[in-house]
């Protein structure tokens, strides 16, 4: 019965407050709110808008754009090469490895005669223009080939 007599106790409490708005509006407030709004009114159409950095209005997209394009290359490019196999990465080398392994066929099947003339020859020195070299680069290489073998 204890909650019994403490919420009559807060009854009593409550209906011994005076009734009525707690709030009100100071005195003359209304009198002269016409003319102060008005005057606010004319000072904030008075006040010439700041404008917007050009530089920063146009860079915006491009900034996230970019920012987009690093995100991506941190969240896909930098984990797949941590954790591929160095060998998969690693192809330049497997074209000098062929290379290698022709020249060995080719000089393991020779007979001793034709080696040692091959050595005794005297080495001709040929003269090759740019103009032929760019033309047997261009048609027996490609870009992307051009592109892999540069080591940088």
């Known amino acids: ?4 007599d403490e919420s009559k ?3 009593s409490e409550l209906s011994n407050l005076k009734k009525g708005q707690p709030f009100r509006v100071p005195n003359h407030y209304f009198d002269d709110f016409s003319a102060r709004l008005q005057n606010k009114l004319d000072a904030e159409s008075m006040k010439v808008p700041e404008p917007q950095n050009l530089i920063i209005r146009v860079l915006k997209p491009a900034l996230g754009l970019a920012a987009s394009f690093a995100l991506i290359l941190m969240l896909v490019y930098w ?3 941590l954790f591929t ?5 690693d192809n330049t080398n497997l074209g000098n490895e062929f290379i290698d392994y022709e ?8 007979d001793e005669n034709s080696f040692y003339v091959l050595l005794s020859e005297p080495v001709q020195k040929v003269e090759i223009s740019d103009d032929d070299l760019l033309n047997y680069l261009s ?6 080939d051009v592109y892999i073998g540069t080591d940088y």
Do not use: C, H
């Not at 019965?1 to 019994?4: D, L």
């Not at 048609?139 to 992307?144: M, P």
């Open 1 to 4: 019965m204890g909650k019994m």
């Open 9 to 11: 106790n807060k009854f």
């Open 79 to 81: 984990p797949l090469k």
């Open 85 to 89: 196999p160095k060998e998969m990465v």
């Open 103 to 110: 020249y060995r066929t080719m000089v393991e099947g020779m």
């Open 139 to 144: 048609a027996s290489i490609s870009d992307y």
